[in-house]
């Protein structure tokens, strides 16, 4: 590639991420930021933990000393003057974060596309952090060709009858470019950031440190499981022949009159670092709101979106645990287009025992039996041992992601004080440090509060009940056979003895 070329794609790369500032924001914001995407799309991220350790480090600082300066220059402004100065520092921290996370890329990448969720953070976080899941700062063309080279042996423009150099879209922890087969059909493909697995490695390695100070508490033993898991499900992920092959498996779940597209893999031009699929035309969701859909389109993909989540976890045991905005694709016919199925989690025999039976306790609501589950959920003995307050709050938590499973009629996944108080319920527990629980948490609550915010700020409404007693339906008959069978073989071995 060019240099003329390569400074093009950058320069299209900063337009792009411009256009998310509002109009009014002043020069030296827009100049920061082209500043950032220039230094992430130039260098190749460091993959070693100490260097991590210490942008992370260098960041931490930055953002602490201009909210430090933002807050005893308050002191003597009136309160417009506090509000606006306020903001301003919000979006200096928000570029900070932005060019840092999609320099360092990995698992920082991803803690950044987390920090999204509507009401959880400052406007401008959630404004300009989104868009590592759509327009994150691509790796230079030359390191495209690196990976294909490591891969087959051959340059992209040797693999396909064209290829855009330019990517059109950010992967969790890759980019995706378009490009066409000899055979004509468009495709999308997807390459890995070089060294991608070493910088998870990396960035676990450093949050292991930076959390000893909390060895000395009972969930210590929890916290590095949770790590370990963590750890375990994004190596996962950087093997796309695995995604591969989760891609083949869902897509034959799907009809064509269910109006849900899983995009075809070519297994013939993908390997554990380049995923090609079927190029699916249409737009994220920033773009199909900004449209102004009407209602009626809004319920309709928050009804196709309800319909792809639920079958695929009764049906598979599978959960899609990172539902960024970026994995969904408003298609021009109404159809919705679900990619992205690298970061997934299966369930356990106990796991999706315990999931079943919190849902048999939340319908005959059973208070007696939803406080068992919550403590044994939690890994406590007894509810004495968990504590009264804990109990209370986690319970809370859990009734709240189970609303929609329990409300009659056409439930609104818009409604602000719906979502709100789920957000308040989640923060206040973090605060009071109350996370001791099962690994498989960490993706059940990634994926209800990334799925909720889609269907949130779609202002979308669905007769989710009605969804899941269909979707649920034949699964749980499966279930229950299996269980008669076993009590069945249970009664005979009884009586054998």
């Not at 750890?231 to 849900?260: C, M, N, W």
């Not at 970061?343 to 025992?353: G, K, V």
């Not at 923060?427 to 949130?456: D, E, N, S």
Request: charge should be negative; charged fraction near 30%; include cysteine.
């Amino acid at each position: 590639m060019s240099c003329n070329a390569a400074l093009a794609s950058e320069a299209a790369s900063r337009e792009r991420l411009l256009q998310l500032l509002p109009r009014e924001e002043d020069a030296a914001a827009r100049e920061r930021l082209a500043e950032l995407v220039e230094a992430a799309c130039s260098n190749r991220p460091p993959t070693s933990s100490l260097s991590r350790l210490w942008i992370l480090g260098s960041l931490q600082a930055k953002v602490a000393c201009a909210y430090i300066a933002w807050w005893l220059k308050s002191r003597w402004v009136d309160a417009d003057e506090k509000v606006r100065t306020r903001n301003e520092t919000h979006l200096k921290a928000a570029l900070e974060l932005l060019g840092t996370m999609g320099y360092l890329r990995g698992a920082v990448m991803k803690v950044g596309q987390m920090l999204t969720l509507p009401e959880m953070v400052p406007e401008q976080y959630a404004r300009l952090l989104s868009s590592l899941s759509f327009e994150a700062p691509p790796m230079h063309y030359a390191m495209v060709r690196e990976v294909f080279f490591d891969e087959f042996g051959r340059e992209p423009e040797e693999m396909f009858a064209s290829f855009e150099k330019r990517a059109f879209a950010a992967a969790s922890l890759g980019q995706v470019h378009r490009a066409r087969l000899h055979s004509g059909e468009q495709v999308a493909v997807k390459i890995q950031y070089p060294g991608i697995a070493r910088t998870i490695q990396s960035d676990l390695k450093n949050l292991r440190l930076l959390l000893q100070p909390m060895r000395v508490g009972d969930d210590w033993p929890n916290l590095l499981d949770k790590l370990a898991e963590i750890e375990s499900v994004l190596l996962a992920e950087t093997d796309y022949l695995k995604e591969a092959e989760l891609a083949q498996s869902v897509r034959h779940h799907f009809a064509p009159e269910d109006g849900i597209v899983v995009p075809k893999v070519h297994a013939g031009f993908s390997s554990r670092r380049v995923l090609t699929t079927e190029l699916l035309e249409g737009v994220h969701i920033d773009e199909f709101l900004a449209s102004d859909p009407p209602q009626e389109m809004r319920d309709r993909f928050t009804h196709l979106m309800t319909v792809a989540t639920i079958r695929l976890f009764y049906r598979t045991h599978c959960i899609l645990a990172d539902p960024n905005p970026g994995n969904f694709i408003f298609m021009p016919d109404g159809r919705l287009g679900v990619v992205d199925f690298g970061c997934a989690r299966w369930y356990t025999d106990e796991e999706w025992r315990m999931q079943c039976d919190a849902e048999a306790a939340a319908f005959r609501q059973d208070e007696k039996e939803m406080e068992r589950i919550i403590v044994e959920a939690s890994l406590y003995e007894s509810a004495e041992e968990m504590g009264a307050e804990r109990v209370e709050l986690v319970g809370r938590v859990i009734k709240w992601q189970l609303e929609p499973w329990l409300s009659e009629g056409l439930f609104d996944f818009g409604d602000k004080e719906f979502f709100q108080r789920g957000m308040d319920a989640m923060r206040q527990a973090t605060r009071k440090g109350y996370l001791r629980g099962m690994p498989l948490h960490i993706w059940t609550t990634r994926f209800v509060l990334g799925a909720r915010a889609v269907v949130y700020r779609l202002r979308g409404r669905c007769h989710f009940k009605e969804i899941y007693l269909q979707e649920s339906a034949p699964q749980k008959a499966s279930h229950a056979d299996d269980a008669e069978k076993t009590d069945t073989r249970g009664s005979i071995s009884k009586d054998r003895h």
